[in-house]
């Protein structure tokens, strides 16, 4: 994320010191920084990148247990880049928070771009997500919130400082929804359903956990490795890994074991083989097909996470929230979604789970595929 304007207001405050020296400040927002805080305890890596230097910004950041500090560069996307490379992560893989000019190119790249609600047009015009925050006033926030909620761990947070049951009271009588600072009438907020824009945000942001968890995936047998050399065309192709987890590749006289690497890895232990043929070679490794299919259960279930689809029989959406450990106290339901690719496309399924457990009808349940994402959305009400 940016610092100015994005973890601040924007303002700059100049002192002089006892020594005569100009002193920069910069103020920012506390429930800001917890959320940071809480962000890094789930294992969501965040960091900066500022096109100011400020000795305050990076003891603060330390603070907030950030992974990446980059300062006084104004030409951000090759700092985005750097911190990709190190991270060993794909653009889609990364989200940016900015307002301004200088941040555009990297809201473009990153795959869930996020301007503030007081940005630039041009910033808005670019990302994916615009806050209802301010830069600075609860935007980061906001954001953090929209995470945590789509891993399935805002309760949890909730719960341990005894806030949930003031949630729910809150909400259940129409709390107002008060901005810090806002001075138009507020907005009461709906008693029957989660505000849409909310849930759809925490959707997309459950996918976003999909692509970073297949990111740490350790390749199996059976897997369909898409591998590039870059420059060197007659090496790129499409092979499967064998039932002893290896692979085989031009050049290369013995096969290459590649079961339980990451992709990382994999690309690593190509590289060193092709280096004895080719001077610095680059190599690519995706996964283009999973030997063992495999779905996701995301959002408000027991044990969110990955599960293995099953050969010897179909599995329901019923069934697969069962193997998650159920639905949490909170969970909606009977907004249950199904999330499908096809044809480079996600098709929605809405499932009414009630109809299924509580009236029997088996017909609004669906049999799953390989690769399908079901997310089940929180509800206080």
Same mark, same amino acid.
């Given at each position: 994320?940016?610092?100015?304007? #994005?973890?601040?207001?924007?303002?700059? +405050?100049?002192?002089?010191?006892?020594?005569?020296? *100009?002193?920069?400040?910069?103020?920012?927002?506390?429930?800001?920084?917890?959320?940071?805080? $809480?962000?890094?305890?789930?294992?969501?890596?965040?960091?900066?990148?500022? @096109?100011?230097?400020?000795? @305050?910004?990076?003891?603060?950041?330390?603070?907030?247990?950030?992974?990446?500090?980059?300062?006084?560069?104004?030409?951000?996307?090759?700092?985005?880049?750097?911190?990709?490379?190190?991270? /060993?992560?794909?653009?889609?893989?990364?989200?940016?928070?900015?307002?301004?000019?200088?941040?555009?190119?990297?809201?473009?790249? &990153?795959? $869930?771009?996020?301007?503030?609600?007081? &940005?630039?047009?041009?910033?808005?015009?670019?990302?994916?997500?615009?806050?209802?925050?301010?830069?600075?006033?609860?935007?980061?926030?906001?954001?953090?919130?929209?995470?945590?909620?789509?891993?399935?761990?805002?309760?949890?947070?909730?719960?341990?400082?005894?806030?949930?049951?003031?949630?729910?009271?809150?909400?259940?009588?129409?709390?107002?929804?008060?901005? #810090?600072?806002?001075?138009?009438?507020?907005?009461?907020?709906?008693? /029957?359903?989660?505000?849409?824009?909310?849930?759809?945000?925490?959707?997309?942001?459950?996918?976003?956990?999909?692509?970073?968890?297949?990111?740490? +995936?350790?390749?199996?047998?059976?897997?369909?490795?898409?591998?590039?050399? +870059?420059?060197?065309?007659?090496?790129?192709?499409? #092979?499967?890994?064998?039932?002893?987890?290896?692979?085989?590749?031009? *050049?290369?006289?013995?096969?290459?074991?590649?079961?339980?690497?990451?992709?990382?890895?994999?690309?690593?232990?190509?590289?060193?083989?092709?280096?004895?043929?080719?001077?610095?070679?680059?190599?690519?490794?995706?996964?283009?097909?999973?030997?063992?299919?495999?779905? +996701?259960?995301?959002?408000?279930?027991?044990?969110?996470?990955?599960?293995?689809?099953?050969?010897?029989?179909?599995?329901?959406?019923?069934?697969?929230?069962?193997?998650?450990?159920?639905?949490?106290?909170?969970? &909606?339901?009977?907004?249950?979604?199904?999330?499908?690719?096809?044809?480079?496309?996600?098709?929605?399924?809405?499932?009414?789970?009630?109809?299924?457990?509580?009236?029997?009808?088996?017909?609004?349940?669906?049999? *799953?595929?390989?690769?399908?994402?079901?997310?089940?959305?929180?509800?206080?009400?």
């Amino acid at each position: 994320m940016d610092v100015d304007g #994005v973890l601040t207001d924007g303002r700059l +405050y100049h002192c002089v010191d006892r020594g005569g020296r *100009l002193v920069e400040l910069k103020g920012m927002d506390s429930q800001d920084g917890i959320s940071l805080v $809480w962000l890094a305890e789930a294992g969501i890596r965040t960091g900066i990148i500022s @096109g100011r230097v400020c000795e @305050g910004i990076g003891a603060r950041a330390k603070m907030l247990r950030m992974s990446h500090i980059v300062q006084g560069r104004l030409d951000k996307l090759p700092a985005f880049e750097d911190i990709l490379r190190k991270a /060993r992560l794909r653009p889609e893989e990364a989200a940016f928070i900015g307002d301004d000019l200088t941040d555009v190119p990297v809201l473009r790249a &990153a795959g $869930w771009g996020v301007a503030v609600a007081n &940005a630039r047009p041009e910033a808005k015009a670019a990302a994916d997500h615009v806050t209802r925050s301010p830069g600075g006033r609860g935007a980061v926030r906001e954001v953090a919130e929209l995470l945590l909620k789509a891993h399935g761990l805002w309760s949890g947070i909730l719960r341990r400082y005894g806030a949930l049951a003031l949630a729910l009271a809150l909400q259940g009588c129409g709390a107002l929804a008060v901005q #810090v600072g806002d001075r138009a009438v507020p907005e009461p907020i709906p008693q /029957r359903q989660a505000p849409p824009k909310d849930e759809e945000a925490a959707v997309q942001n459950a996918l976003q956990f999909i692509v970073t968890q297949q990111h740490s +995936y350790k390749i199996s047998p059976a897997d369909l490795l898409e591998v590039t050399v +870059y420059q060197e065309q007659d090496l790129n192709r499409k #092979v499967r890994v064998s039932p002893e987890g290896t692979i085989t590749l031009p *050049l290369i006289d013995q096969p290459v074991k590649v079961a339980g690497l990451g992709v990382a890895q994999a690309e690593e232990e190509l590289k060193k083989r092709l280096s004895r043929f080719l001077r610095g070679p680059q190599v690519s490794v995706f996964i283009a097909e999973y030997g063992n299919k495999q779905v +996701y259960i995301l959002g408000e279930v027991a044990k969110p996470g990955s599960y293995p689809l099953p050969t010897e029989a179909p599995l329901s959406v019923v069934e697969a929230v069962t193997l998650a450990g159920g639905f949490t106290q909170y969970a &909606a339901f009977d907004r249950t979604r199904v999330i499908r690719k096809a044809g480079g496309e996600n098709k929605t399924f809405i499932i009414e789970v009630s109809a299924v457990t509580k009236r029997g009808d088996k017909s609004k349940d669906i049999v *799953l595929e390989p690769g399908d994402v079901i997310f089940v959305p929180e509800s206080f009400f």
